[in-house]
């Protein structure tokens, strides 16, 4: 059975950092590619960052530059460090996995993923 849960989400002042971390259980995160996407209140999901199975990563526009996807392949675990975090990053954020080794649509089309974590909460304020 496919679990994946994050971590590392709180409040944070604007131009501040978090790192995220998303940790899998039934589930090899190196097989596949896998991200992170987040969701606002009143708005639609978007995707933040992907990286595929060959570490190929994608950045939606508003996170290039300032947040970085990567994997520890020992432990399992997806990361996301966001740099110089904006108010407008406020959002709940969740990890998931398209269970293909490649990412067909970069960081875009949450709907191709199949498996998800219940997210978890960043808050930034000015």
């Known amino acids: 059975q496919v679990r994946l849960v994050e971590s590392g989400g709180g409040p944070v002042k604007a131009g501040g950092s978090l790192t995220l971390s998303c940790a899998a259980s039934?589930?090899?995160?190196?097989?596949?590619?896998v991200g992170w996407f987040r969701q606002a209140p009143g708005k639609e999901r978007e995707g933040v960052a992907t990286?595929?199975?060959?570490?190929?990563?994608y950045y939606s526009i508003f996170a290039k530059g300032r947040f970085t996807v990567s994997r520890d392949n020992t432990k399992n675990t997806l990361q996301l460090q966001m740099n110089s975090l904006q108010p407008d990053d406020t959002a709940m954020y969740y990890c998931?996995?398209?269970?293909?080794?490649?990412?067909?649509?970069?960081?875009?089309?949450?709907?191709?993923?199949?498996?998800w974590g219940q997210g978890t909460q960043v808050t930034v304020s000015s």
């Open positions: 998931a996995a398209n269970r293909l080794p490649n990412c067909p649509y970069g960081a875009n089309r949450p709907s191709t993923f199949v498996d």
């Open positions: 990286i595929s199975r060959g570490g190929n990563d």
């Open positions: 039934g589930f090899t995160l190196s097989t596949s590619c």
